[in-house]
């Protein structure tokens, strides 16, 4: 088990690398550390359903976008909202979400979303699997607008036990975080966020998600990220202390529609 205090070497021995320039910055970028904002809180709802109800899917989350998360985010109880279709990677068809900066402003809105056309919706009903997860973040950042068929991309990497998940998201900051704003000053990607797990047990490895939104699908054809070869043996064997699938992250593709206030 990894101790805090192999943590915490391998967090100064990033950031070190940081600092003297071994680790590969944005052109012209400072070379500091990375401050974390006030958190953000996200829900997801997962879904898996027969191909042929996907239509069926796509009205039924337009609908609750509409009457449900575009108010909320209206009277200022969220930041950000929209639904998900898997193209390749995930568990998942489908997926919708809410993003506050409050958990109870995240946690009020299942109920308020499950009650149109929620459980007792046929549509729905013909889900074969369903589930939620809650995540946080820190770092983080997006375009006021809406996007309709975007790209989004999202890895995950799974924590070492004994490791907290929230250190290894402080950790990996340092190094994606200037890649990610100089990709969204360039405006390649309109939102990304570095996401750790609400919930996980002893038994299930905590998570760090990185996840990104691309307005094109020549936007997403623009990333190389992540990309083992670019982040040099230092950053990987920082990785390496911490994650344990560091060389073959859990990817998804999805399909979204996004609006951020």
């Known amino acids: 088990m990894l101790n805090r205090a192999e943590l915490g070497s391998a967090m100064a021995g990033l950031a070190v690398l940081v600092v003297s320039g071994m680790i590969a910055t944005p052109a012209g970028s400072a070379l500091t550390a990375v401050q974390a904002k006030p958190p953000v809180y996200r829900y997801e709802a997962f879904w898996v359903f027969p191909p042929a109800r996907s239509p069926d899917v796509d009205k039924i989350s337009a609908a609750a976008n509409q009457k449900v998360l575009a108010p909320a985010l209206a009277d200022g109880g969220l930041v950000g909202y929209g ?21 109870p402003g995240v946690l009020k809105l299942i109920d308020a979303f499950d009650k149109h056309d929620g459980s007792s919706s046929p549509q729905l009903a013909s889900a074969t699997e369903h589930w939620g997860r809650l995540y946080g973040s820190r770092y983080y950042n997006w375009k006021a607008g809406s996007w309709k068929g975007a790209y989004g991309y999202r890895f995950a990497y799974n924590v070492k036990p004994g490791v907290a998940p929230r250190d290894v998201a402080d950790m990996l900051s340092t190094y994606y975080v200037p890649i990610l704003e100089k990709l969204f000053a360039d405006g390649i990607i309109v939102q990304y966020e570095i996401d750790t797990e609400g919930v996980h047990s002893a038994d299930s490895p905590g998570q760090v998600i990185v996840s990104l939104v691309a307005p094109s699908a020549e936007d997403l054809d623009k990333l190389a990220f992540p990309v083992s070869d670019n982040e040099g043996p230092m950053i990987e064997a920082a990785k390496a202390s911490v994650i344990t699938n560091r060389d073959s992250p859990h990817v998804e593709y999805v399909r979204v529609n996004v609006t951020y206030k």
């Not at 639904?83 to 958990?103: P, R, V």
Request: aromatic share 14%; charged share 15%; glycine share 14%.
């Open 83 to 103: 639904d998900d279709k898997n193209l390749a990677g995930g568990g998942f068809t489908h997926s919708n979400w809410w993003q506050a900066t409050s958990l």
